[in-house]
C-alpha cells in the first residue's frame, strides 16, 4: 500500500471528544489503513469486524512488544524493569500467558463477581450518599473512579486510603497522546509504583490474608509459579486494569446516555433493560479507541493488504463495533439491541479477564445512578467536556447537576 499514513490528531480536541466521523471514514476508505497514532507511532489499523475478530485469534500477530520493530514501542516502558512489565499476562504469549493467566482466572469467575454484587451495590450508595443531598456532583472524582478503585483494592488486599497514590502513579504511566510521554516521568511514576508495590507484598508476606494479593504471594513462595519481578507486574496490572476502563465505562456510559435522552429514558423506565444496555455502550462507545495491539512476528497479509514483520497491527475495536456489514444501524445507540457481538473486550486467549467484573459494576454503578439522581444533567456544555487523549476514552470529568435526593434507598437496580 503506497498511500502515507493517515494522522489521528489527538492534539485536536475536537477529535478527541469525537473520533468516529473519521473512524467510519477510515472503515468505509479500506479493511487496512497505516495510521499514525497516539505518541506519532506507525500502525496499521484493522477496520472492519470480521477481519478484526479473526486478527485478535491469529497467532501470527504477538502480543509482546518485543516483536514491535518500532523499539519506541519499549522505550515508553521504564527501563529498570522493562522485562518484568513486558511480562505481564497482557503483553505475553502462550506458554507464559497461560500459567500467568491461570494463577488469576478463579478470582474472576461469572460465579464469584456475582457473590461480590451486594458489597458493589453498598459501594455504589455510599459514593452516592456524598453527593444526593448537593444537587451537584463530578461522577469521574465522585463517582466512576473510586468505585472501581476501591472493589479492585479491596480484592487484592490493598489499603483503599492509598488509592489516589496508586492512580496518579498510573495515569503517569499509560496515558497517551498526540506527543510521546516523558520517560522521566514515566521512571519516576515506575519508581514510586515499584517501591509501594514492593512494600504491599513485604506486609503481606508477614501478615497473609484471604486476598488476591496472598495468593499470588503463596504461587511465588511456596508454588515457585511466579518470579518475584513478574509477582511485582501482575499486582501493578492488576492494580491498573482492574479499574482503569471500568472508570471510563460508567463515566463514559452515562455521558452517552444524556446525550441520548430517548434511550436514558427507556432504562430509567425498565431497569431490566440493563444489561444489554451496558453491551451497547460498550459497542457504542467503549472505553478502548481505536484498539487493541499486536504486532506481526511474520510478513502477514489481512483482507489483502500485505504487513511487514515487525509492524504493528491495531486492531481497532472501535472502530469494527460500529461496522455496518455486522451490526444493522451502527451509528444508532439501540439498547434494546439483541444481537450484539462487540470487541470492547477483545476476542481469544487474552479475552479481557475483568470482563465479569466490569459488566457488573457498569450495570449498578450506572442503573443507581440513574434511579438516585432524578433530572439528571450536564453542568457544562458538552463541548466543553474534557476527555481522555488517546487509547483508553473517556470523559476526564463529569460535571452534572440533578435534583437533590434523600441518603440511600437500598432497593437496588440491576
Known amino acids: 500500500m503506497s498511500d502515507p499514513p493517515v494522522l489521528l490528531p489527538y492534539a485536536d480536541p475536537a477529535f478527541v471528544a469525537n473520533p468516529f466521523p473519521l473512524y467510519r471514514q477510515l472503515r468505509e476508505e479500506g479493511p487496512v489503513r ?159 509504583m515499584h517501591g509501594y508495590v514492593t512494600g504491599l507484598i513485604q506486609a503481606k508476606r508477614a501478615h497473609p490474608l484471604d486476598d488476591l494479593l496472598s495468593a499470588l504471594i503463596t504461587a511465588r513462595d511456596e508454588d515457585r509459579q511466579l518470579t518475584e519481578p513478574e509477582l511485582v507486574a501482575m499486582v501493578f496490572l492488576l492494580l491498573a486494569a482492574g479499574y482503569i476502563t471500568t472508570v471510563n465505562l460508567i463515566a463514559g456510559g452515562i455521558a452517552t446516555l444524556l446525550d441520548h435522552p430517548d434511550q436514558l429514558d427507556l432504562l430509567r423506565a425498565d431497569p431490566g433493560l440493563l444489561p444489554g444496555a451496558v453491551e451497547e455502550l460498550l459497542r457504542y462507545d467503549g472505553p478502548v479507541s481505536p484498539g487493541i495491539a499486536r504486532f506481526a512476528r511474520e510478513d502477514v497479509e489481512i483482507a489483502g493488504v500485505a504487513i511487514p514483520r515487525g509492524a504493528t497491527v491495531l486492531i481497532a475495536s472501535a472502530i469494527a463495533d460500529r461496522d455496518p456489514a455486522r451490526f444493522p444501524d451502527p451509528e444508532l445507540l439501540d439498547i434494546t439491541r439483541k444481537d450484539n457481538p462487540h470487541l470492547a ?65 437500598p432497593a437496588p437496580l440491576g
Open 34 to 192: 497505516r495510521a499514525l497514532i497516539a505518541g506519532g507511532l506507525e500502525a496499521w489499523l484493522v477496520t472492519r469486524y470480521e477481519d478484526a475478530l479473526a486478527a485478535l485469534s491469529d497467532s501470527r500477530l504477538s502480543s509482546d512488544v518485543r516483536d514491535a520493530a518500532d523499539t519506541r514501542l519499549q522505550q515508553q516502558l521504564p527501563a529498570t524493569e522493562r522485562e518484568s512489565l513486558l511480562g505481564t499476562m497482557l503483553r505475553s504469549d502462550p506458554p507464559d500467558h497461560t500459567r500467568l493467566r491461570r494463577l488469576v482466572s478463579k478470582a474472576f469467575t461469572a460465579r464469584r463477581v456475582a457473590a461480590m454484587r451486594p458489597r458493589i451495590q453498598a459501594l455504589t450508595d455510599g459514593l452516592l450518599d456524598a453527593v444526593v443531598p448537593t444537587g451537584r456532583a463530578d461522577l469521574v472524582a465522585d463517582f466512576a473512579l473510586p468505585l472501581p478503585v476501591t472493589v479492585i483494592s479491596e480484592m487484592l488486599g490493598v489499603p483503599v486510603d492509598d488509592r489516589h497514590d496508586f492512580q496518579h502513579w498510573t495515569d503517569r504511566m499509560v496515558m497517551r497522546g498526540a506527543e510521546p510521554p516523558d520517560p522521566a516521568a514515566v521512571e519516576e511514576a515506575w519508581r514510586h
Open 345 to 409: 473486550f477483545g476476542h481469544g486467549i487474552h479475552y479481557c479477564l475483568g470482563a465479569p467484573l466490569a459488566r457488573l459494576e457498569g450495570q449498578i454503578a450506572i442503573g443507581t445512578a440513574l434511579r438516585r439522581l432524578p433530572g439528571l444533567a450536564l453542568a457544562v456544555p458538552r463541548a466543553e467536556l474534557p476527555w481522555r487523549p488517546g487509547g483508553l476514552r473517556g470523559p476526564q470529568a463529569l460535571p452534572v447537576t440533578f435534583t437533590p435526593g434523600e441518603k440511600a434507598d
